[in-house]
């Protein structure tokens, strides 16, 4: 059996960056910036004005007090959105508005409300030193700084910042369109009473979920009896609409798991087994030029196997710099055991107490056992040659969440 890490390359290796776009910066959130993004110009463009009140200089102002203001003339206004044409010379003062430009001579506002004005002119009441509320040309951003880099999923703060650099359209790539095919004599929809011996359709409603949180376009497909023919009609047909095609159910060796047997018709198939708990069973393949992956049918071992293997997939061809979940350590607050020989991945709840992370198993670690992904943040790696982990042992975090504090 190949390890986490080895089928984790081969899938990665499986699959590509999709096609670049061109889309507005207002309906790129979410999406991934595709080329890097270099400041044309600095940002703010010009020196401007922190504060709705007079610009005026230095050394007129510097001997200004409530008790003993200095009056000084006032020669115009300067409003957001003008030129700033105006000048201001020894012995007067510009009212001006935030963010508009600041006028030539000046070199500090002073707050409106440290002021008066009557009848062009304005008392000043506290002394400006230079730069005092001026927003300087470039404090932001110089020209030619690396604004947003290739790889990065664009949320609110990048778009904003694009949009103020006047990039739109921008290149991006949108996430992978992603059959979910589900597998199964036993399974009815959700909504559905069950007959004897079946069972509600939990596992396309989980996929489809985690592909739309890792950024994928869920396509659903109709669930595929345990037949060979229909397996085979269905990944086909899923191949054709989609650019990565998913299942649950049917990779292991059971009399009725025709998944393995519809890709080789279909395709190739470059792995199987992985030396993990839960979710040993899962097959990498192609259907024609599509890429393929079949997960088991439990409801955790498709949990487990969707964050080892397809979200990095999903992330790859959506273009994203980091693929893996981020990591931290944590102290167990309870004893685990298992037999040794394979990677287990134990669901916890993650709570900051006395200055560091602690986590706690989510309840019984069984692949069949849904209620355990509830409220789940992680999962903690267990190696692969032990047997146990103790109460107060210091373990891996795969952070699926953080939970509010």
């Given at each position: 059996m190949l390890s986490v890490e080895q089928a984790r390359a081969r899938v990665l290796e499986s699959v590509s960056p999709l096609s670049i776009a061109a889309v507005p910066v207002a309906d790129a959130l979410g999406l991934v910036l595709a080329r890097t993004c270099i400041a044309p110009h600095s940002l703010p463009r010009f020196d401007n004005s922190a504060m709705d009140g007079y610009a005026v200089r230095e050394e007129d102002v510097e001997s200004a007090r409530t008790e003993s203001p200095v009056r000084l003339d006032v020669v115009g206004e300067v409003r957001a959105g003008e030129p700033g044409a105006l000048e201001v010379r020894r012995g007067t003062a510009a009212r001006i508005m935030t963010g508009a430009p600041l006028p030539n001579g000046a070199d500090a506002i002073v707050p409106v409300e440290e002021t008066e004005e009557e009848g062009g002119v304005v008392a000043i009441k506290a002394a400006a030193p230079s730069g005092r509320h001026v927003r300087p040309a470039g404090d932001d951003v110089a020209e030619g700084d690396e604004l947003v880099r290739a790889g990065t999923e664009l949320g609110p703060g990048e778009l904003a910042l694009l949009a103020s650099m006047g990039?739109?359209?921008?290149?991006?790539?949108?996430?992978?369109?992603?059959?979910?095919?589900?597998?199964?004599?036993?399974?009815?929809?959700?909504?559905?009473?069950?007959?004897?011996?079946?069972?509600?359709?939990?596992?396309?409603?989980?996929?489809?979920?985690?592909?739309?949180?890792?950024?994928?376009?869920?396509?659903?497909?109709?669930?595929?009896?345990?037949?060979?023919?229909?397996?085979?009609?269905?990944?086909?047909?899923?191949?054709?609409?989609?650019?990565?095609?998913?299942?649950?159910?049917?990779?292991?060796?059971?009399?009725?798991?025709?998944?393995?047997?519809?890709?080789?018709?279909?395709?190739?198939?470059?792995?199987?087994?992985?030396?993990?708990?839960?979710?040993?069973?899962?097959?990498?393949?192609?259907?024609?030029?599509?890429?393929?992956?079949?997960?088991?049918?439990?409801?955790?071992?498709?949990?487990?196997?969707?964050?080892?293997?397809?979200?990095?997939?999903?992330?790859?061809?959506?273009?994203?710099?980091?693929?893996?979940?981020?990591?931290?350590?944590?102290?167990?607050?309870?004893?685990?055991?298992?037999?040794?020989?394979?990677?287990?991945?134990?669901?916890?709840?993650?709570?900051?107490?006395?200055?560091?992370?602690?986590?706690?198993?989510?309840?019984?670690?069984g692949s069949h056992i849904q209620s355990s992904l509830v409220d789940c943040d992680g999962v903690a790696r267990f190696g692969a040659d032990a047997s146990v982990l103790n109460e107060g042992d210091e373990v891996m975090i795969e952070v699926w969440k953080l939970p509010a504090q």
């Open positions: 990039f739109s359209p921008i290149d991006v790539r949108k996430g992978p369109r992603v059959a979910v095919v589900v597998t199964g004599d036993e399974l009815v929809p959700p909504e559905a009473v069950p007959g004897p011996g079946q069972i509600r359709d939990s596992n396309s409603v989980a996929l489809g979920a985690l592909v739309r949180a890792a950024g994928g376009e869920a396509v659903p497909c109709a669930p595929v009896t345990d037949d060979l023919s229909a397996t085979v009609e269905a990944f086909a047909r899923a191949a054709d609409l989609c650019d990565l095609v998913i299942s649950s159910g049917g990779v292991s060796v059971g009399r009725y798991d025709f998944v393995k047997m519809a890709i080789e018709e279909l395709g190739r198939i470059d792995m199987w087994r992985v030396a993990m708990q839960p979710g040993k069973p899962v097959v990498l393949g192609t259907i024609g030029d599509t890429p393929f992956l079949g997960l088991p049918g439990n409801p955790v071992s498709i949990h487990i196997g969707f964050e080892q293997f397809v979200r990095p997939a999903i992330r790859k061809m959506r273009g994203c710099s980091t693929l893996l979940r981020p990591t931290l350590v944590a102290t167990l607050e309870e004893a685990v055991h298992k037999s040794p020989g394979r990677l287990h991945f134990v669901r916890v709840r993650l709570k900051w107490s006395g200055g560091k992370w602690r986590a706690t198993p989510t309840g019984s670690q």
